[in-house]
């Protein structure tokens, strides 16, 4: 009869708590929706020289591709399988995960084995009589499980695991935006690279022209046909062009160890490839996906989403915090004065029932709490609307770079056809007779001086099509695989030298 009544009161109970687990206070979180009239407001690069872009098309995960350099492919492969920043917040991503695993794990029953050891002494003089009837001091040993269950009725455990959900999807997007970020750096650190050793080739042509050119005016000056000023005006330029060469040296070198550390290696450890900026292409095509499909894919977005639907879920915790909380909690127990006689002799306890308690005055805290987290709601709301307009105007800027960059690139290229018109012009005068040594030398300093621009403005063109990719997301939804989840192929770990003791 007994075990029967207790049966009921089970049922019972567990029907409450399916009950109240309908109820879960606080907001339901509704995924932010784009404005109909949010766009980039822009139209498509009207020069040839910029490549045509196409807008509603998705963005391949593997972009840099487009650019059609082996080189640049194994720079990016490298570091995809080695890079520590990306391999670090993939494992951020596994602890975040197995933290909400651990949350949720409080929505179930808590069971636990109690042990007691102790020695007791009883006196029970002030209920029986006569006096001392019932004294008696001895060893005490317990020994079984108990079980605490929270029901849950307001929801409040249902909000910290949908909050601890949104805080580890957070965690994954910041992993993609390390993972198309690095992708990016990878990309554009080549073709600054690129860059760099064109315009060192340039400048030491330049310098041995400009050293040429010194040479003449010395000439020239010996046999009186030019003054001493012109000779100084031809040491000068040629001193200031010199100067600029090891600055970019050290670019060169920054840019070398920049792809090393990406590619996981030390600057010793990396192996630079052949890289130039003729043996990359220019993509035909690019693709520039809708508003629409950009605050559903871009990384940062996402993650500033995951943080605003986290303080959604908050609001919900604070408020049942407000509420009562019911829970039901059981105990049994083995009791013996002899550890040897542990289910010998009839010594079992247990205790089953429910429990409630509901807060009454907590001076305020419960309710500052509550407003606390409908500000830090208001507050993550800004930010995402903050960061999906920087977004919005991030890839605004860089179409807008595609074209200017078009118009550069064929302003420059004029300027350099008109200083290839005029050293050739110049040659074929002192051929004839008519220029002067000086006058060629001349001319080919401002060819040189127009090849040094050209290849500032082809390099812009590679960097500026690399930002529109990454503004655009990276196309890492288009991978194989979650590229979030993949484990790094290989770790180098760099040995350090132990420490010499210092002397005091």
């Keep these: 009869m007994i075990s029967r009544r207790l049966g009921k009161k089970i049922l019972a109970l567990c029907a409450t708590a399916a009950l109240g687990s309908a109820c879960t206070v606080g907001p339901d979180f509704q995924r932010p929706q784009t404005s109909a009239s949010a766009g980039y407001s822009l139209s498509a690069p009207r020069t040839d020289a910029a490549p045509a872009v196409t807008f509603g098309s ?141 315009q060192i080739k340039t400048t030491e042509d330049l310098i041995a022209d400009l050293r040429d050119q010194y040479n003449l005016t010395q000439t020239l000056e010996n046999a009186g046909k030019i003054t001493r000023s012109d000779t100084y005006q031809a040491k000068t330029q040629l001193a200031n062009t010199e100067a600029t060469l090891p600055g970019l040296e050290q670019q060169r070198d920054v840019y070398r160890n920049a792809l090393a550390q990406l590619c996981g290696r030390t600057p010793d450890e990396f192996v630079m490839p052949a890289v130039s900026l003729r043996d990359f292409a220019i993509p035909r095509q690019v693709p520039v996906s809708v508003p629409s499909d950009l605050v559903r894919h871009r990384p940062d977005i996402l993650a500033a989403e995951d943080l605003l639907h986290e303080a959604s879920a908050r609001i919900g915790v604070a408020t049942a915090a407000r509420l009562p909380s019911f829970s039901i909690s059981g105990q049994y127990a083995q009791q013996t004065t002899f550890a040897g006689e542990f289910f010998k002799a009839a010594g079992g306890v247990w205790s089953f029932g429910p429990q409630m308690a509901a807060p009454i005055f907590q001076g305020g805290t419960l309710a500052a709490r509550q407003k606390e987290a409908r500000e830090q709601y208001l507050q993550a709301a800004s930010t995402y609307r903050s960061t999906v307009l920087a977004a919005f105007v991030e890839v605004a800027n860089t179409l807008r770079a595609l074209e200017h960059d078009g118009d550069s690139y064929l302003a420059h290229n004029r300027a350099l056809e008109a200083a290839r018109q005029n050293r050739d012009l110049a040659n074929a005068q002192y051929r004839a007779g008519r220029y002067t040594e000086l006058q060629v030398l001349t001319a080919e300093q401002q060819y040189q001086d127009a090849v040094l621009s050209q290849v500032h403005a082809d390099a812009q063109r590679f960097t500026d099509i690399a930002g529109l990719f990454h503004a655009l997301g990276g196309g890492w939804w288009n991978a194989s695989e979650d590229p979030s989840l993949q484990p790094v192929a290989s770790t180098q770990s760099v040995p350090i030298a132990p420490r010499k003791a210092v002397v005091r």
């Design 58 to 198: 998705d963005v391949a995960n593997n972009w840099y591709q487009l650019f059609r350099s082996d080189a640049l492919n194994g720079l990016v492969r490298q570091a995809l399988e080695a890079n520590p920043d990306l391999e670090a917040a993939r494992h951020g991503l596994v602890a975040a995960q197995r933290e909400l695993q651990a949350v949720s794990g409080t929505a179930l029953p808590q069971i636990d084995a109690t042990g007691n050891i102790g020695r007791q002494h009883i006196n029970g003089s002030f209920l029986l009589e006569p006096v001392n009837g019932l004294d008696a001091t001895g060893n005490r040993f317990a020994l079984g499980p108990s079980m605490a269950y929270d029901l849950d009725v307001f929801g409040g455990i249902r909000r910290s695991i949908e909050a601890q959900g949104a805080a580890a999807s957070n965690v994954r997007d910041q992993t993609l935006n390390t993972y198309i970020t690095l992708v990016d750096q990878v990309v554009e650190a080549a073709f600054n690279f690129a860059s760099t050793e064109a």
